[in-house]
Antibody, heavy 119, light 108 residues
Framework: QVQLQESGPGLVKPSGTLSLTCAVS?????????WTWVRQPPGKGLEWIGE???????NYNPSLKSRVTFSIDKSTNQFSLKLASVTAADTAIYYC????????????WGQGILVTVSS | DIQMTQSPSSLSASVGDRVTITCRAS??????LNWYQQKPGKAPKLLIY???SLQSGVPSRFSGSGSGTDFTLTINSLQPEDFATYYC??????????FGQGTKVEIK
């Protein structure tokens, strides 16, 4: 079955860069799906960060576009997120997820990882 | 960006009740609307895609309807495991794929 697992530091200093990786099993990162990041500040709703395709093509949320970079590693079947110049407002649970093209829905999610921005 | 507005933000219901949650888009999104369920401390789970199609493994007491700008998630005969927060998400045309603010279903 398809599984996704986020990993990375749980604490990042203000003005630093948040870096997370999502390991995919049960599906190939080179399949025809999009690989997605979503975040959720504590006690709040879901925010779509963006998505990346096997070709490296990306779509980012305009609100974060200037600070976010996605990458994909076919050799390890992983994809990654980097968010620069973080502030306390970036403190959130970060989820990776698979988006199937038809019907364009997030059908598998990682368990999430809490990242706190604090000095 | 397309804005998604859910109502109510929260509701209290009893086991066995029928519950209806609505989601309104700021412009027509055809049937490109998904519903997710999120329990405390867990990742969201896909319930309904394309407005009315039930994801595999989801109980048939969940149903979705609507098209254009107005959508509904209905839970028939609410079960104890259904107490959770529900989110709609649009996937129409171009990103960003926005979520509603969520509806928390609590025990009365």
């Amino acid at each position: 079955q398809v599984q996704l697992q986020e990993s990375g530091p749980g604490l990042v200093k203000p003005s630093g860069t948040l870096s997370l990786t999502c390991a995919v099993s049960g599906d190939s990162i080179s399949s025809g799906n999009w690989w997605t990041w979503v975040r959720q500040p504590p006690g709040k709703g879901l925010e779509w960060i963006g998505e990346i395709f096997r070709t490296g093509s990306t779509n980012y949320n305009p609100s974060l576009k200037s600070r976010v970079t996605f990458s994909i590693d076919k050799s390890t079947n992983q994809f990654s997120l980097k968010l620069a110049s973080v502030t306390a407002a970036d403190t959130a649970i970060y989820y990776c997820a698979r988006k199937v093209v038809i019907p364009s829905a997030l059908d598998h999610w990682g368990q999430g990882i809490l990242v706190t921005v604090s000095s | 960006d397309i804005q998604m507005t859910q109502s109510p933000s929260s509701l209290s219901a009893s086991v066995g009740d029928r519950v209806t949650i609505t989601c309104r888009a700021s412009q027509s999104i055809s049937s490109y609307l998904n519903w997710y369920q999120q329990k405390p401390g867990k990742a969201p789970k896909l319930l309904i895609y394309a407005a009315a199609s039930l994801q595999s493994g989801v109980p048939s007491r969940f149903s979705g309807s609507g098209s254009g700008t107005d959508f509904t998630l209905t839970i028939n005969s609410l079960q104890p495991e259904d107490f959770a927060t529900y989110y709609c998400q649009q996937s129409y045309n171009t990103p960003p794929w926005t979520f509603g603010q969520g509806t928390k279903v609590e025990i009365k």
